[in-house]
């Protein structure tokens, strides 16, 4: 119960941030009006050569049986790369811009974009490796049935846990992506151990609420069925509305507090309204007590943060 009230005060905190700055939760709704735009430019193209059936002389097989155009595969690989990097880039700015509040100022959306601008080849480098990583994961899952389905969910996961700090390290230090996987993969390990409460809390949380769309969508399905479509297709669109929002939120707050852990693991100080205490508290460390002093002594160096407290 203790560690679950931290977590839910972690969580309340980072929503207090936002308040402070909603225009945060612009750079989740911008990378998924930008993923949208992306989907759209690749997906309808795609779609129209295939069902013109103009490409049929360079159609070759898969080894599901399945039929298409030797183009459809470099193009599903520069999507990949397009998709992971408009979702980093904001990453990067909602970063940027949290991280300038945490220290005390009063940042813009100028100076979110300042930050992810100023470091736009490591974005553009952890987009390809990012991009790749997901190919190969795909690639086992619709390759190797049931088994595959499994290795590639396992590795989704550990792929997440190792680079939980790749994007602020990116950002504060001198780094590029495959260091910066390294890096954030040594203060996961020394840092936090195997439980990561407070984010964990964010998306539980994040679940709870999302539940309230479930009658929403099943009265709207039901009336649709039933023949009372403008009712139904009502009902579902503001359940998908709340959806969406929901998940922007959801977004924003991880984006504030994984910038708060990231300072604190490579320091060991507090930020704004989140106390060092807090913040050593919401994670299990593999051994042992929570360290004092953490960020200093053997730990890794303290990051050189490359923006100004007031832009």
Same mark, same amino acid.
């Given at each position: 119960?203790?560690?679950?009230?931290?977590?839910?005060?972690?969580?309340?905190?980072?929503?207090?941030?936002?308040?402070?700055?909603?225009?945060?939760?612009?750079?989740?709704?911008?990378?998924?009006?930008?993923?949208?735009?992306?989907?759209?430019?690749?997906?309808?193209?795609?779609?129209?050569?295939?069902?013109?059936?103009?490409?049929?002389?360079?159609?070759?097989?898969?080894?599901?049986?399945?039929?298409?155009?030797?183009?459809?595969?470099?193009?599903?690989?520069?999507?990949?790369?397009?998709?992971?990097?408009?979702?980093?880039?904001?990453?990067?700015?909602?970063?940027?811009?949290?991280?300038?509040?945490?220290?005390?100022?009063?940042?813009? $959306?100028?100076? @979110?974009?300042? #930050? !992810?601008?100023?470091?736009?080849?490591? &974005? +553009?480098?952890? =987009?390809?490796?990012?991009?790749?990583?997901?190919?190969?994961?795909?690639?086992?899952?619709?390759?190797?049935?049931?088994?595959?389905?499994?290795?590639?969910?396992?590795?989704?996961?550990?792929?997440?846990?190792?680079?939980?700090?790749?994007?602020?390290?990116?950002?504060?230090?001198?780094?590029?992506?495959?260091?910066?996987?390294?890096?954030?993969?040594?203060?996961?390990?020394?840092?936090?151990?195997?439980?990561?409460?407070?984010?964990?809390?964010?998306?539980?949380?994040?679940?709870?609420?999302?539940?309230?769309?479930?009658?929403?969508?099943?009265?709207?399905?039901?009336?649709?069925?039933?023949?009372?479509?403008?009712?139904?297709? $009502?009902?579902? @669109?503001?359940? #998908? !509305?709340?959806?969406?929002?929901?998940? &922007? +939120?959801?977004? =924003?707050?991880?984006?504030?507090?994984?910038?708060?852990?990231?300072?604190?693991?490579?320091?060991?100080?507090?930020?704004?309204?989140?106390?060092?205490?807090?913040?050593?508290?919401?994670?299990?460390?593999?051994?042992?007590?929570?360290?004092?002093?953490?960020?200093?002594?053997?730990?890794?160096?303290?990051?050189?943060?490359?923006?100004?407290?007031?832009?």
């Amino acid at each position: 119960m203790g560690r679950f009230r931290t977590s839910w005060q972690i969580m309340k905190k980072s929503w207090s941030v936002l308040r402070q700055d909603k225009k945060l939760m612009l750079f989740p709704v911008m990378s998924s009006l930008a993923s949208l735009a992306v989907l759209v430019s690749f997906a309808v193209p795609i779609w129209l050569a295939i069902g013109s059936g103009s490409t049929h002389s360079t159609v070759t097989s898969t080894a599901s049986g399945a039929g298409y155009p030797v183009w459809v595969y470099p193009l599903a690989v520069a999507f990949y790369f397009v998709t992971a990097f408009v979702t980093i880039y904001f990453n990067a700015g909602l970063v940027g811009a949290a991280m300038i509040r945490l220290r005390g100022g009063n940042p813009t $959306l100028g100076d @979110g974009f300042h #930050v !992810a601008n100023s470091h736009l080849g490591k &974005i +553009l480098g952890w =987009a390809a490796v990012t991009a790749t990583v997901g190919i190969v994961l795909r690639f086992i899952q619709e390759r190797a049935g049931i088994l595959g389905t499994i290795v590639a969910g396992i590795g989704g996961i550990a792929w997440q846990l190792v680079t939980y700090f790749v994007v602020p390290v990116l950002l504060f230090e001198d780094l590029g992506p495959f260091g910066a996987v390294k890096r954030s993969a040594r203060i996961f390990k020394d840092r936090w151990g195997e439980q990561v409460a407070g984010n964990y809390g964010i998306g539980l949380a994040a679940v709870v609420f999302g539940l309230i769309a479930v009658p929403f969508f099943v009265a709207g399905a039901w009336l649709v069925g039933v023949g009372m479509a403008p009712v139904g297709a $009502l009902l579902l @669109g503001v359940a #998908v !509305a709340y959806v969406i929002c929901l998940g &922007i +939120l959801t977004s =924003a707050l991880q984006g504030v507090y994984n910038t708060a852990l990231y300072r604190f693991a490579t320091d060991g100080e507090g930020s704004g309204v989140f106390s060092a205490d807090e913040l050593a508290h919401t994670f299990r460390p593999k051994k042992g007590p929570v360290p004092v002093g953490w960020g200093h002594g053997s730990g890794p160096p303290a990051p050189n943060p490359q923006i100004p407290l007031q832009p």
